[in-house]
């Protein structure tokens, strides 16, 4: 994402043609550029600061999820050894809010980014179990989903795409130590009704 607003471009064009005195187009988009440089300071730092203040309080509400929502959860699952872990994240979130990010390269700053997919990715604990694919016997029990979001939903995977990683289960007790996993693709419908709701809640197209 380039810190100059696209219209600034149509301005040094303007400016360009209509200096006068000047030998060639070179030589006027250049005093157009130096004309407009102290603008373009301003936009670039004040782009920088909101982008600072926005960071800082993404990490400030990331910090009180955790202290409050995840800590408890974590407390009653696996006890306060585990949650105090989840305090010292907190701690560390509000600590990188205080630190100033860098600068952009401006070097970076003509270059066009399109993003084609975005994905989530958490662990999960007391999730319903998903049929396994190739064992009707078996079933996984989820530890870890992975949701990918695609921007073209022709694509070989659909526009979303899960990926359900966990324990292999029969009957109710662990079949072995390592871990499985099993995709799901193409209509929600199709998939478990409570993956199918998860899917949804992370999705990007979605209205909030």
């Known amino acids: 994402m380039t810190d100059r607003p696209a219209a600034l471009d149509g301005l040094l064009d303007h400016i360009a043609a209509n200096i006068p005195d000047l030998p060639d187009?070179?030589?006027a988009t250049a005093k157009a550029r130096a004309a407009i440089a102290p603008l373009e300071k301003q936009i670039r730092a004040a782009k920088a600061q909101e982008r600072a203040e926005l960071r800082e309080g993404a990490l400030k509400i990331g910090?009180?999820?955790?202290r409050t929502t995840v800590f408890k959860a974590v407390y009653d699952d696996m006890g306060q050894k585990a949650a105090e872990g989840v305090q010292r994240a907190a701690a560390e979130l509000l600590g990188m809010a205080s630190l100033m990010p860098p600068e952009p390269d401006p070097a970076l700053a003509d270059i066009d980014r399109i993003p084609v997919s975005r994905s989530v990715r958490y662990v999960v604990r007391r999730a319903p179990e998903v049929p396994d694919e190739f064992n009707?016997?078996?079933t996984i029990a989820p530890?870890?989903?992975t949701f990918t979001y695609h921007v073209d939903p022709g694509g070989l995977l659909?526009?979303?795409?899960a990926y359900v990683k966990g324990w292999w289960m029969?009957?109710?007790a662990r079949v072995h130590s390592e871990a499985v996993g099993r995709h799901f693709t193409g209509d929600l419908a199709e998939w478990p009704?409570?993956?199918?709701?998860?899917?949804?809640?992370h999705d990007p197209e979605q209205p909030s």
């Open 170 to 172: 029969h009957e109710g």
């Open 63 to 66: 910090a009180h999820y955790l």
């Open 25 to 27: 187009e070179e030589a």
């Open 143 to 145: 530890t870890e989903i």
């Open 136 to 138: 009707p016997d078996r």
């Open 193 to 201: 009704e409570w993956l199918a709701a998860e899917a949804r809640l």
């Open 158 to 161: 659909g526009r979303v795409h």
